[in-house]
């Protein structure tokens, strides 16, 4: 395993027991057997190694879709969700730890290509999209994402049903 999963699997290991702000550089690096040098080869801060993990989900999400032949909205909600699914342990605990809100961040960076020369309207629709994706996870996760992904898909399409997802495009 590479030095920088196993500074991400140990920091998922310590919010398991212990309070996000009470875990320290120490604790991580002395969990993953690496230096601190190494540690901060790789990351700038405890945030950081959530913002990796939820870009890894992401880039798993993206090649996922860009590999379905039906590209329905239906399709690309069920995609993001079953690729959410694969890491709910890790989704219930950065919940848990407030730290959740970083995933509306990856969200914005991701979909920042769409925004390249768009108009005003589309930039609120790009974000109000981008609120969307993150609130609707963030209910499933306060249920326990005891759903399935392809009910929750049937009621996503549904409920945007007038709005064109972003990466359908």
């Given at each position: 395993?590479?030095?920088?999963?196993?500074?991400?699997?140990?920091?998922?290991?310590?919010?398991?027991?212990?309070?996000?702000?009470e875990?320290?550089?120490?604790?991580?690096?002395?969990l993953?057997?690496?230096?601190?040098?190494?540690?901060?080869?790789?990351?700038?801060?405890?945030?950081?190694?959530?913002?990796?993990?939820?870009?890894?989900?992401?880039?798993?999400?993206?090649?996922?879709?860009k590999?379905?032949?039906?590209?329905?909205?239906?399709?690309?909600?069920?995609?993001?969700?079953?690729?959410?699914?694969?890491?709910?342990?890790?989704?219930?605990?950065?919940?848990?730890?407030?730290?959740?809100?970083?995933?509306?961040?990856?969200?914005?960076?991701?979909?920042?290509?769409?925004?390249?020369?768009?108009?005003?309207k589309?930039?609120?629709?790009?974000?109000?999209?981008?609120?969307?994706?993150?609130n609707?996870?963030?209910?499933?996760?306060?249920?326990?994402?005891?759903?399935?992904?392809?009910?929750?898909?049937?009621?996503?399409?549904?409920?945007?049903?007038?709005?064109?997802?972003y990466?359908?495009?």
């Amino acid at each position: 395993m590479k030095s920088k999963d196993k500074i991400v699997q140990s920091l998922i290991e310590l919010m398991k027991t212990h309070e996000f702000e009470e875990i320290t550089v120490k604790d991580i690096s002395g969990l993953a057997e690496v230096n601190r040098s190494t540690y901060y080869r790789n990351f700038k801060s405890k945030e950081d190694i959530i913002k990796y993990k939820l870009e890894s989900m992401m880039d798993e999400y993206i090649e996922e879709f860009k590999s379905k032949h039906d590209k329905t909205k239906e399709i690309y909600i069920r995609t993001i969700l079953e690729t959410f699914l694969k890491h709910d342990e890790f989704l219930k605990i950065i919940h848990k730890q407030n730290q959740s809100y970083i995933l509306q961040k990856v969200l914005v960076n991701y979909f920042g290509d769409v925004l390249k020369d768009t108009s005003k309207k589309e930039r609120y629709q790009v974000y109000y999209h981008i609120g969307g994706i993150y609130n609707f996870t963030i209910c499933w996760i306060e249920n326990d994402m005891n759903d399935q992904p392809e009910c929750l898909a049937k009621i996503g399409a549904e409920i945007t049903s007038n709005i064109e997802p972003y990466l359908l495009k």
